[in-house]
């Protein structure tokens, strides 16, 4: 297998699914829904500008009874609570897409930054007090034992926070992360704002730094098994610290991640990148100095993210937790796959870019791949979503003829307000999530968890939430990719092999 080129084994892949691959996508048309959705996850009170007219303000009080201000942010995904480790990270990969892709947004930047801003402005609120980051705001058991809108919930809106008594690298260093990413963004639409978020960045990341633990450890009852942090809180710290010294460009963050490379374990996991595991994605950053001629010190940063990026090229990877399906789809075992699908994908574009501006490639073995492979394999994963499979159908919603109906969520699958005023219980939302009807709310550009396997299959159904529930962490990644693309359609395999 190893004396087969990369070029030969990735457009194999991309044949399997050629019989359903569709015409040319309105990639900007995808990226305009997929900020719909974000306004559709909106908690607080809802801007005059709000296009999802089905929601209304919601969780008006959060932090009142912890004599805090909390109000704002977004939901995760189908349910009511604020889990601030999943919206720092989507946070963190919106403002990413924007810094290395914003020519690309064109007119859609402005909103994009919108939407940034409406998560950072939460993350500014919840580490308004030194030494302390405010995390969750919600029960997520009693949450979860009820189907209602957020404009009715009823439920515990519990206050939870990370101190020095309670540790929280984790948590902390990837709020450090979105407000030094948010940094970037704001530097010119915004400087004043800009430097406000770097500010508290600094303290922030100082705080995770100062008092090391794992935020599951402090808080386990109430973040677990919902978002426990599995891979420990060190990747976070490089994670914090190299963003910090992207918005900076102080030398301490630079000395920070070369002194603690190793103790902190750049090199491990490389294969993940999601809200809990940020390895391949401190990787491929840091990597862009070396690729971009500024910084050979990290040289041992970009040999990881080759050996990475050699793990997701199909019939390359011998990596057991890296599959593909038969039409196409990346595959890793777990729930709500279509989360790495997007995640990962972007790490393949961005170190695409980089490549390409350092006019190198990727080496695998006795081969190697070009930036173009790398783009046009995140390019069949994007296409995929909107409808290149075995189902054709698109997995985001309101994209296409064909999408998910009943989605994993509470907002759209309950009547809105406006055509049903009276309060919907706890438990009398129970028969609208039983129901095989349709959801009555579109929730727009919702990207669903999508197949869990590598048969291609998705249900469509409501109960099965590992496939059908939407999630910020799934869109956010995927804004970047879409802006690009809607700036370059055309990559084909024909331009591989003419690449190679």
């Given at each position: 297998m190893a004396a087969v080129s990369v070029t030969v084994l990735v457009m194999l892949v991309l044949a399997a699914a050629a019989a359903s691959v569709s015409g040319q996508h309105d990639y900007g048309d995808a990226l305009h829904k997929s900020l719909l959705f974000f306004e559709g996850q909106r908690s607080g009170r809802l801007p005059p500008d709000q296009r999802l007219r089905w929601r209304r303000d919601s969780a008006m009080n959060d932090g009142a009874a912890a004599g805090v201000d909390l109000t704002g942010g977004y939901y995760d995904a189908g349910d009511n609570v604020k889990f601030g480790f999943p919206m720092a990270f989507t946070a963190t990969l919106m403002s990413w897409g924007l810094i290395d892709f914003g020519r690309s947004f064109g007119a859609h930047a402005s909103e994009t930054r919108k939407a940034v801003r409406w998560a950072t402005d939460y993350l500014m609120k919840a580490t308004a007090t030194p030494?302390?980051?405010?995390?969750?705001?919600?029960?997520?058991?009693?949450?979860?034992?009820?189907?209602e809108r957020p404009e009715d919930m009823d439920t515990p809106r519990t206050v939870y926070k990370v101190d020095p008594a309670h540790p929280g690298s984790d948590v902390a260093a990837e709020t450090a992360a979105a407000l030094a990413a948010g940094s970037i963004v704001f530097r010119?639409?915004?400087?004043?704002?800009?430097?406000?978020?770097?500010?508290?960045?600094?303290?922030?990341?100082?705080?995770?730094?100062?008092?090391?633990?794992?935020?599951?450890?402090?808080?386990?009852a109430a973040v677990c098994?919902?978002?426990?942090?599995?891979?420990?809180?060190?990747?976070?710290?490089?994670?914090?610290?190299?963003?910090?010294?992207?918005?900076?460009?102080?030398?301490?963050?630079?000395?920070?991640?070369?002194?603690?490379?190793?103790?902190?374990?750049?090199?491990?996991?490389?294969?993940?990148?999601?809200?809990?595991?940020?390895?391949?994605?401190?990787?491929?950053?840091?990597?862009?100095?070396?690729?971009?001629?500024?910084?050979?010190?990290?040289?041992?940063f970009r040999v990881n993210a080759d050996n990475f990026i050699c793990t997701l090229l199909p019939g390359i990877s011998n990596h057991p937790q890296i599959q593909y399906s038969p039409g196409g789809l990346l595959f890793k075992v777990g729930n709500s796959n279509m989360q790495h699908v997007t995640s990962l994908?972007?790490?393949?574009?961005?170190?695409?870019?980089?490549?390409?501006?350092?006019?190198?490639?990727?080496?695998?073995?006795?081969?190697?791949?070009?930036?173009?492979?790398?783009?046009?394999?995140?390019?069949r994963q994007v296409d995929y979503i909107l409808g290149d499979n075995p189902l054709r159908m698109s997995y985001m919603v309101g994209y296409g003829e064909r999408y998910p109906r009943r989605i994993h969520h509470r907002a759209s699958s309950l009547p809105s307000v406006s055509a049903h005023p009276a309060r919907i219980g706890c438990k009398a939302g129970a028969a609208y999530y039983a129901t095989p009807a349709p959801n009555p709310n579109l929730l727009v550009g919702a990207v669903v968890g999508g197949p869990t396997n590598t048969s291609d299959a998705f249900p469509d159904a409501r109960a099965v939430f590992q496939q059908s529930e939407p999630t910020t962490y799934i869109n956010a990644p995927l804004l970047g990719l879409l802006a690009y693309f809607s700036g370059h359609p055309n990559l084909s395999a024909q331009s591989i092999a003419a690449d190679d």
């Open positions: 030494n302390t980051v405010y995390v969750q705001v919600g029960d997520a058991f009693r949450d979860h034992s009820c189907w010119e639409a915004d400087p004043a704002y800009s430097k406000r978020l770097l500010d508290r960045a600094i303290e922030v990341f100082e705080f995770a730094d100062k008092y090391r633990g794992p935020y599951s450890s402090s808080l386990h098994p919902c978002y426990c942090d599995y891979s420990g809180y060190q990747d976070e710290l490089l994670w914090g610290a190299a963003w910090l010294h992207k918005a900076s460009r102080r030398r301490e963050y630079r000395d920070y991640i070369k002194r603690n490379e190793v103790v902190l374990g750049a090199s491990e996991a490389i294969n993940e990148f999601g809200w809990d595991n940020k390895h391949a994605g401190i990787n491929v950053l840091i990597s862009k100095e070396v690729l971009m001629g500024k910084d050979e010190y990290f040289q041992s994908s972007f790490l393949l574009l961005a170190y695409s870019n980089y490549l390409s501006h350092a006019n190198a490639r990727v080496p695998c073995g006795t081969s190697s791949a070009s930036p173009v492979q790398l783009r046009r394999v995140a390019k």
